[in-house]
């Protein structure tokens, strides 16, 4: 069986941390489009691809297996619907819009054109993730009484001009940065009953904020922000707990203490094994993907939107 042949829209940090990861194995690149034609002519050399100077001719080849887009999350809407609209199958980075609504334009497109679309959250592929949740599937650590989930990155550090730090980018803490806690707990738990969050906003973007989404029972505390460098993750059951030293970035250890004893799962969150999955669910002939389904991408997004709408956090295309 051939390699899957991938057209990469966007050029930036992400499109080569995939890059360099998925040319190991069964992944070729054969097309690269970004706005900046010389950065995707550097791009291209350096992963034998062939950049174009249109979206439409790297894409609309028969070569062309899938689409991966990295670009800057306020052009995801517009390139995931066009590649589809050409019969192309579609991995989009997280998030794969900026509100509900475009999440809904995405996936009603996928519908109608009967193409596969999958958010690019490597989290939902991660086994060490798939174990936690495994475990508290399971009960190991009986009925959840709590959750903290700290997760925060010096992006204020990063050069002005960066797109983290862009309002017109929809640049900011929450869907850069509290995507991951927020998806990792409805991935555990699912909805929330109820959403509380107070961030920081400063210049047009939100640099921090503390989450809190209510379950039955218990509640998930989360800390987000671009101010420092923090992660971790602490479950506690009325029979043990669960904690990661680091549960997004890399993520390779859980440890789970119990009353039956304790249990150290080692494993992988990389990006290969989310391009793997979706390689094989698309020559499977999938137009959803099994490991995120169209209504947790949707779920997670109204939790954003909700984040956003008490923070008072409205990006500058929006008040148009």
């Known amino acids: 069986m051939g390699k ?12 080569h941390s995939t890059a360099r990861e998925i040319i190991k194995g069964n992944h070729e690149i054969v097309s690269v489009y970004s706005r900046n034609r010389e950065k995707a002519e550097a791009f291209a050399e350096k992963y034998g691809a062939k950049a174009y100077g249109s979206f439409e001719e790297a894409v609309c080849r028969d070569e062309v297996d899938g689409v991966y887009i990295a670009t800057p999350h306020t052009s995801h809407l517009e390139y995931s619907v066009a590649a589809m609209k050409a019969g192309k199958a579609v991995l989009c980075e997280k998030p794969v819009g900026v509100s509900l609504s475009e999440v809904e334009q995405m996936v009603n497109t996928s519908k109608e054109t009967d193409t596969y679309f999958c958010e690019a959250m490597w989290t939902w592929f991660s086994d060490v993730a798939l174990s936690v949740r495994r475990w508290v599937k399971e009960g190991k650590i009986g009925e959840i009484r709590s959750v903290t989930i700290n997760y925060s990155f010096p992006g204020i550090f990063m050069p002005k001009t960066s ?22 707990c409805y991935n555990l738990f699912g909805v929330p009953e109820k959403i509380e969050c107070k961030g920081i906003l400063r210049k047009g973007i939100d640099v921090g904020e ?24 602490t479950i506690k059951g ?10 997004f970035h890399m993520a390779s250890k859980a440890i789970l203490k119990s009353a039956e004893g304790n249990e150290v799962y080692k494993g992988k969150t990389d990006y290969i094994t989310q391009f793997d999955a979706v390689a094989r669910e698309i020559k499977e002939g999938r137009k959803e993907s099994a ?4 209504e947790a991408t949707a779920e997670c997004m109204k939790i954003m939107d909700e984040c956003r709408r008490q923070m008072g956090l409205v990006y500058p295309f929006e008040k148009k």
């Open 4 to 15: 899957f042949r991938w057209a990469y829209i966007g050029s930036g940090g992400i499109a």
């Open 163 to 184: 797109r983290v730090l862009t309002p017109e980018t929809a640049g900011g803490s929450l869907l850069d940065v509290g995507i991951y806690p927020i998806t990792y």
């Open 210 to 233: 503390r989450v809190i989404l209510h379950y039955k029972g218990f509640k998930c505390k989360l800390n987000i922000s671009l101010l420092y460098v923090n992660e971790n993750c």
């Open 238 to 247: 009325t029979k043990g707990k669960i904690t990661l030293p680091v549960f």
């Open 291 to 294: 490991f995120i389904p169209f």
